[in-house]
């Protein structure tokens, strides 16, 4: 069983939660249970056998949780075949002296003193059995551990995937403003190149699958201001955040795909223009991010929304699991979309 794992290994779960203590008292009384009903093969079947046998392996399951549980920190910092080993051993001897205490109390209960042959057999008997259980249990969490850093190595390349759609996409379109200006105002081509730079070097960077929602909200104004140097004063924008968004992740390029779109599809094709509003907020355990652009006639900015939403969809899905919700709100004047997953 030895492997090496990473500097963040849970391999042992922790078992202080309530949820533990409630399996491991479920599991214990199953297995007093089954004990109890396998004497019946030699004897009638006693509650009162069936209460002693609870009481003792309750006791054990409980205090070697407990035990495990304070010990966890350094526990997880071995190799999962060291922890699987101190493990069983600390379970091993809990039993032992618990075979011993419980041998010394019934004997003094019954006044027949403590028989050395019969405490021994049973002692070893009782540790056998939880070394064989404390061994599936370790097996059983290592191979969960197994499964979990596999979903983490498919999500990351899943995400990876997913994050590689968009930035071609934004490239291209950027170097076609970048190309737009420079014949008519050289200066403002050079601007955007540096605002690109900001931009690519903030996108690229490898913090991992997500940033904070000001870097992302920094990304848009970015992107607002060399969309604001092509189209002037027809491209207005209005930002109505309500939560700290220094605080709060969300995956790179996961709002800025629908500004594009919602300036390309919504705004430009209005000889006018109009307002983008970008709003941010919290709403029963969610974070609420929605873009909203005025709707020209026709049904182009749906058609030019589709991919990106699913993409956003799929990219948050990966994160945050079925707890998201992107949806498309087109109206008569207006076209909306709303995205909300899980607060951190």
């Not at 409980?62 to 526990?75: E, F, K």
């Not at 190799?79 to 069983?88: E, K, Q, R």
């Not at 009782?126 to 979903?151: P, T």
Request: a negative charge.
């Amino acid at each position: 069983m030895a492997m090496d794992v990473p500097a963040n290994n849970s391999f042992l779960p922790d078992l202080c939660s309530t949820r533990a203590v409630l399996v491991v008292v479920v599991v214990a009384e199953l297995m007093a249970l089954v004990v109890t009903l396998v004497a019946t093969y030699y004897d009638d079947f006693s509650v009162g056998r069936l209460a002693v046998t609870s009481l003792f392996v309750q006791w054990v399951g409980l205090s070697s949780a407990a035990l495990i549980c304070q010990l966890r920190g350094r526990l997880n910092r071995l190799p999962p075949a060291w922890t699987s080993t101190v493990v069983v051993l600390l379970v091993v001897i809990d039993t032992l002296l618990f075979s011993f205490l419980a041998r010394l109390v019934m004997g003094w209960a019954s006044g027949e003193g403590l028989d050395i042959g019969l405490w021994s057999t049973e002692t070893l008997v009782n540790g056998l059995i939880a070394a064989i259980i404390a061994g599936l249990v370790m097996r059983y969490f290592y191979v969960q551990e197994q499964l979990r850093q596999k979903d983490q190595a498919e999500l990351q390349a899943r995400i990876q995937a997913l994050q590689s759609r968009i930035r071609p996409h934004f490239l291209f379109n950027s170097m076609n403003i970048i190309a737009s200006l420079i014949a008519v105002d050289p200066d403002a081509a050079e601007q955007v190149v540096e605002d690109l730079s900001v931009l690519f070097r903030a996108s690229l960077k490898n913090s991992g699958n997500e940033a904070s929602l000001e870097e992302e909200f920094e990304l848009c104004r970015r992107y607002i201001h060399i969309e604001q140097l092509r189209m002037g004063e027809r491209l207005q924008v209005e930002w109505d955040i309500q939560v700290d968004a220094k605080s709060l992740k969300i995956p790179l390029l996961t709002l800025q795909p629908l500004l594009e779109n919602a300036i390309y599809h919504g705004i430009q094709p209005l000889s006018a223009g109009g307002m983008v509003t970008i709003r941010a907020l919290a709403h029963n355990g969610n974070l609420v991010l929605s873009v909203s652009n005025p709707k020209p006639e026709g049904d182009g900015h749906h058609k030019g929304n589709r991919m990106a939403l699913e993409n956003i969809r799929h990219r948050l899905e990966a994160l945050y699991g079925d707890h998201v919700a992107v949806e498309s709100r087109p109206q008569k004047k207006e076209y909306e979309i709303e995205i909300q997953y899980p607060l951190q």
